[in-house]
Structures are given as structure tokens and as C-alpha cells.
């Protein structure tokens, strides 16, 4: 037996049998299909994972346990007529293929269609037929179909699925409310033609697209080249050609960025990773012009409010109570507590200190109640004690929480994991209980600023989000972006009708996620929600790098590593500024120097993102996404090698500092 059906063997005995798949023929068809077969090379050692993996065209694999359990909700026999919708690397269509005598298959994507088609032939699966098309309308040419298998989410049951569904057939199909999340349904058709329908549990799958499915949304269908777009190097050349170099982070011109921001009530910063030394310099260096040069009074950055409190006591040399502990403590400590925020916070200090008036003084601010590092790390820490299994699935789960991931390891995954579910409840509370203490310290905070209404809208949204966090969802996304964004308003409305704010926050809250993939699957962020309340009078400023190195950590609540960051996708903006060979420039989008450029770079394109999980052997699938830049920001900051951030270490705590040191060492 060699290394690989090995193992499948195990594969089989731990996710399929020790998880309740009985259905024998199901089980053997798991045996004998080679799911390395299935997978680009580099992924072939995750194949026995119990995990969906990426394929091309943006789409996933199912993970194994799926693909078993859906074959097995479809009591299928050895005559069996199978349609599946949703070829995708045609996996299941093989192991379908070995359980019922022939298979059809639909997809959408004609590029998955043709490579899946050729795999299954050349591994001799001559039993499955591919088709390239919209699956949601069946494939009535060898109608009807004993059993059919829908796998992607939809809407409702595509109407002409159950016109191809023979009397005594079974139909296994996701339908949830959003493309996001839906619930396994089981549809038969009784002989005398009526429809039941049984409902097998909450699961995440890609979104099915088509007539009866979820309209395709701009910029995320398949790629194709915009008629009359231009070869890159011809685009890279234009980049060139508008990009305004930065000769030095500290002696930049920002004379005309200042004239282009001009009367802006809200100007974002974004960053494409949470550890890159130029972006936070560069922020920073902005952000000091707009404070000297604008009568900009508000920083707000993506951090929790008591910890930024800290530094804004600092900053504004209040004569407040100091609070007790100190700030930036938790994962990701790097984020914050760097030497390049460390010396923004001396400068606002000092600048700060030379303002007479103490309501002209700027201010910093977290706009980040919630604390989504500390409540993830609160539930790991809780599920490792109660159940190892469960904190497995949450850390996986967690590792691909933000938007901007293919979510290749929760994609397909079943939810309801009873002992996950079991958790819930306790969780839920031990997160209001921080929740609340949290809470209680800021009443105590000088300024009181959160007061009473404030609050009673955090415990309202709160229950909801934990919830929506525990289970990863999506959800929690819209909540904590709608959220920061409502912190925003209420800063802004605080320090007087004529205030204008700084925001520092990754690139994937500020830019408009309506011109991204975020957006397709109905995630927005504060980026959106300013452009909307704001219009023109918020400025969105996006950051990226194609080379270097980034602080960052390989999973959640893991150590900080310096990693090297790869040279960028050659379909990726980056790239294009890239080959623009400018080491560093400011790029207007909104106000171009040469329109063309905007046009050239309208046809959606990758993007890379950078959290505080970095993992660069699986970028493709992890830190990739479809956007549109210019949609997406009214400017664009890059800096083509860049370096990590340094962590504020140990030896400042030695080092004599004063007891106003911003961390509050
Ligand atoms: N069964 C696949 C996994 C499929 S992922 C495997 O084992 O690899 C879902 C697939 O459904 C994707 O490839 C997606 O492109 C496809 N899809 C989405 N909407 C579709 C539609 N209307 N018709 C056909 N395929 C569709």
C-alpha cells in the first residue's frame, strides 16, 4: 500500500467513520479516489486534511467529510442517475461515479470545466460527462436524474433542478438567505410527484451563480480581459508615468495630496499588512500634516478604545486619572506597540503640548470596542480547556476570519459539530462578562465619552456578535465595521460640528468594499459606510508592497515572526506598480494626473491582504482577492520593498522611561 492510499485509510476511519458515515458503497468510493489527483501539486499534502482546498477560478474542493455526507444524503444505488451542479475539480463527481452508474456534471466556469473534464479521462473515469453552462437550469438533455447534487448555496431550489428529479429521487442542495451561509437541504419526490424537503444542517459553500441562483455581482465572475485593456507593461508604463515618487518617507511633498484631500472631512489611511514599518511612517507623516497643516483633531485607528484611551491621555496631557495595566498587552501586541506608533505618539505629545486651547488638541482613539483579538483569544483559551476538538475547529476557523481570504479551511465545513454548539452558550456569556468589565472601565475614564446611549447600543449588538464571531461568520464582519464606523460618528459629533478625524485602519476596512469580492458577498466596511455618509468629503487612502518583510504571526495568539513577503501575483496590482520600477510613490485614482490610468486600472484585478496571520505558502488562497482599485480608493500609497515594524521589546522597560510613556510601561 503506498503512502497516499494509506493515508485515505485514515482519512476515512477518522472524518468519515469516526463522524457517522455508515453508507459502505460511499465509504469505498472515499477510499479509491485519489484526491491528490484533484489539486494543484503544491496542495497535494493537504489532500487527506479533512479540509476544502482552493482550485483555480477562485473556487474550493469540498472537504471531504462533505463530499461523503452529501453522497450519502443522496441514498444513492448502484443504477443510480446522478446530476451534481458545480463540477469544480470534478472530486465528487468521481466518488460518485464509483457509488451510481453514470454521472453528469454542470459548471459554470469553463476553464474548471475543461481541466476537470480531461482529469477524469485521463484517470479513466469514463462514467462522468462534463458539461460547461449554468447548472441551476439542470442538464434536461438526460433528464431526469434519480439523484441530483447541488455544490454551491442558493437561493431557493432551482425550479428546473425539480423538473429533473425522477419520481423517488433525492435532490441534496445548500440554500441559506445569503451567498455566505446555508443549511444542507434534502428535497424527494414522491411517485405520486409531490416534494418533502428534510433539513441536514447548517454548511458554508461558495455561491451558486446563475438564472436561478445568486446574480453575479461586478468585478467577481471570471476574470476576463476588458475588450481594448491593455497589455501590462503598457499599464505598469502609465503607473509611471502618474505616480508622484517618494523620495523619503520624512521629506515627502505632500503639498498636492493635501490639495487633493482639500476640504475632506474624514481621511482614511488604510495599510495592506498590520506590520509594514513604511505604512505606519507614511500614515504617520500624513497624519501630521493634516493635523498641522488641516485643524485635523481626531486619530481613530482599529484598536480597542481602553487601550487607545491610554495613549490619548498621553497625547493630550490630560490631567486625568492614569488607568491601571497597560495598553496593546494582547495579541497582537506588534500591531500597536511598535516603535514607529511609539514615536507618532511622542510627536502628538509634544505638538499637543504647544495647543493652548485643550479642545483644539488632537486626540487618539480606538474605534475597535469590541476587541476581536482578546474575545478570540478568550474562547481558545476556554475551548482548549473544555474541548480540544471544538478550539481545532475554532482556530481554523479564526485563522480565516477576515474577508478578504478564500476561507479554503472553512468553506464546506459543517457547523453544527455538537460539542461546538454545546459551547455556545457558555462562551456567549463569558464574552458579555468581559464585555461588561470592559465597560465599567470606561465609565471610569476621564472623559466619559462613551456615555450611557453609547453603551446601551454596544450590550444590544453585542450578544449577536459574539454569536456570529463564535461560529466565525460573516456576520461578524458587518457588525464590528458597522460598529467602528457608528464609534466614528459619535467622535465626530463629540468634538464639535467642524471636527475632522484620521482613520488608521487595514486597507480592507478602508477601502470601499463595494468594489471588491467583500462586497459581491454582501460584507461592507467602514470604507463604504463613510463613502456613503460622507461622499466626497471622505478620502480613502489604500497602501501596498510587492516585497520584504512584514511583522506577523503563522496563527491566532502565536508569536510575532518577522516574515518575508513574497514577490506579488503577476495578476495582481501589484505586480503592475511593481513593473512601473518606481521604488515609492503616491498614486492619485480620483484626481489622476493622467486619466488613463484610472481606465486602465478599472479592470478588476488581485489584491494581496496581510492580517496579522501571514501565511505565504498558501498566499494564493489566503491573501488574495478581486477588487477594483479605483473604486476601491481615491489614492494609492506603495512602497515596493518594505519592512517589518519593530516591537517595542523588554529593554524599554529598563530603559528609564517617564511615567507619561504612552504604552504606559
Ligand atoms: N464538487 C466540487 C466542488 C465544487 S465548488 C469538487 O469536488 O471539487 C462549487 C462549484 O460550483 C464551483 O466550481 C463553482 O464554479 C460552481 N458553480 C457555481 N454556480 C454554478 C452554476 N450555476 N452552474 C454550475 N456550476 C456552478
Known amino acids: 500500500m503506498d503512502e497516499q492510499t494509506r493515508e485515505r485509510q485514515r482519512m476515512v476511519e477518522r472524518h468519515l467513520i469516526g463522524r457517522g458515515i455508515r453508507d459502505p458503497a460511499v465509504l469505498e468510493g472515499m477510499r ?80 474548471l470545466a475543461l481541466a476537470a473534464s480531461r482529469r477524469l479521462a485521463r484517470l479513466g473515469y469514463t462514467n462522468v460527462h462534463v458539461q460547461h453552462g449554468d447548472g441551476t437550469l439542470g442538464w434536461a438533455e438526460h433528464a431526469p436524474y434519480d439523484a441530483i447534487v447541488v455544490a454551491a448555496g442558493g437561493p431557493d431550489v432551482p425550479k428546473a433542478l425539480l423538473d429533473q428529479l425522477a419520481p423517488g429521487g433525492r435532490l441534496v442542495i445548500p440554500i441559506g438567505e445569503t451567498p455566505r451561509e446555508q443549511d444542507l437541504v434534502r428535497v424527494r419526490r414522491h411517485q405520486d410527484g409531490t416534494f418533502d424537503r428534510d433539513d441536514l444542517g447548517a454548511v458554508r459553500f461558495v455561491p451558486l451563480i446563475g438564472a436561478e441562483g445568486w446574480k453575479e455581482a461586478p468585478g467577481t465572475g471570471p476574470v476576463a480581459p476588458r475588450p481594448g485593456a491593455s497589455r501590462p507593461e503598457v499599464v505598469a508604463k502609465l503607473i509611471h508615468e502618474a505616480a508622484e515618487p517618494i523620495e523619503s518617507i520624512d521629506g515627502a511633498n505632500l503639498d498636492a495630496l493635501l490639495d487633493r484631500i482639500g476640504n475632506a472631512r474624514v481621511v482614511l489611511l488604510g495599510e495592506a499588512t498590520h506590520g509594514t514599518s513604511e505604512f505606519y511612517r507614511m500614515r504617520a507623516r500624513i497624519t501630521q500634516e493634516l493635523i498641522r497643516q488641516r485643524g485635523f483633531t481626531v486619530v481613530a485607528v482599529e484598536a480597542d478604545w481602553p487601550d487607545a484611551a491610554r495613549v490619548d491621555h498621553y497625547v493630550r496631557q490630560l490631567p486625568w486619572e492614569r488607568a491601571p495595566g497597560q495598553a ?49 483569544a478568550a474562547v481558545l483559551h476556554y475551548l482548549d480547556g473544555v474541548d480540544p476538538d471544538a478550539a481545532r475547529v475554532a482556530r481554523a476557523r479564526y485563522g480565516c476570519l477576515t474577508p478578504w481570504q478564500g476561507d479554503p479551511a472553512a468553506y464546506g465545513r459543517a457547523v453544527t459539530t455538537g460539542s461546538y454548539r454545546a459551547c455556545e452558550e457558555q462562551v456567549v456569556a463569558m464574552l458579555r462578562d468581559m464585555l461588561e468589565k470592559r465597560l465599567e472601565y470606561q465609565l471610569r475614564d476621564g472623559e466619559r465619552y462613551l456615555d450611557a446611549l453609547q453603551n446601551a447600543r454596544v450590550v444590544a449588538n453585542a450578544e449577536q456578535y459574539y454569536r456570529a ?33 484620521v482613520v488608521w485602519e487595514h486597507n480592507s476596512h478602508v477601502g470601499n468594499a463595494a468594489a471588491t469580492e467583500m462586497g459581491a458577498r454582501g460584507e461592507l466596511n467602514v470604507g463604504q459606510l463613510a463613502r456613503a455618509a460622507f461622499g466626497d468629503a471622505a478620502y480613502l487612502v489604500g497602501f501596498g508592497t510587492d516585497h520584504g518583510t512584514v511583522a506577523a504571526a503563522s496563527d491566532w495568539d502565536g508569536p510575532m515572526e518577522v516574515k518575508r513577503v513574497r514577490p506579488a501575483h503577476p495578476q495582481s496590482y501589484e505586480r503592475l506598480c511593481h513593473d512601473s520600477t518606481v521604488p515609492a510613490f503616491q498614486l492619485a485614482l480620483r484626481q489622476p494626473r493622467r486619466m488613463e490610468v484610472r481606465d486602465e486600472l478599472s479592470a478588476a484585478r488581485l489584491e494581496r491582504a ?52 504612552p504604552f504606559g510601561l
Open 32 to 111: 479509491t479516489v485519489p484526491r491528490e489527483a484533484f489539486v494543484a501539486a503544491e496542495l497535494a499534502e493537504f489532500a487527506y486534511e479533512d479540509a476544502p482546498l482552493p482550485i483555480e477560478a477562485g473556487q474550493t474542493i469540498s472537504q471531504p467529510y462533505m463530499v461523503a455526507s452529501m453522497a450519502a444524503a443522496l441514498e444513492l444505488r448502484p443504477s443510480d442517475r446522478v446530476l451534481e451542479v458545480g463540477t469544480g475539480s470534478g472530486y465528487a463527481a468521481a466518488v460518485l461515479s464509483r457509488i451510481a452508474r453514470e454521472v453528469y456534471t454542470v459548471e459554470r466556469h469553463e476553464e
Open 328 to 376: 496593546f498587552t494582547r495579541f497582537p501586541t506588534w500591531m500597536w506597540r511598535n516603535r514607529e506608533v511609539e514615536q507618532f505618539a511622542r510627536w502628538l505629545h509634544d505638538y499637543n503640548g504647544a495647543v493652548e486651547a485643550p479642545e483644539r488638541r488632537a486626540g487618539f482613539y480606538g474605534l475597535d470596542l469590541y476587541s476581536l483579538y482578546n474575545s478570540i
Open 469 to 501: 464571531m463564535y461560529y466565525g461568520s460573516r456576520d461578524s464582519w458587518n457588525l464590528r465595521d458597522q460598529h467602528m464606523f457608528e464609534t466614528l460618528q459619535v467622535l465626530l459629533a463629540f468634538r464639535g460640528p467642524d471636527t475632522k478625524a
Open 610 to 661: 496581510i492580517g496579522v496571520i501571514y501565511r505565504p505558502e498558501t498566499e494564493m488562497a489566503s491573501h488574495y482577492f478581486q477588487a477594483v482599485l479605483p473604486v476601491q480608493f481615491d489614492e494609492y500609497v506603495w512602497f515596493d520593498e518594505t519592512r517589518a515594524v519593530s516591537p517595542l521589546g523588554e529593554s524599554t522597560r529598563s530603559a528609564g522611561i517617564p511615567d507619561t510613556y
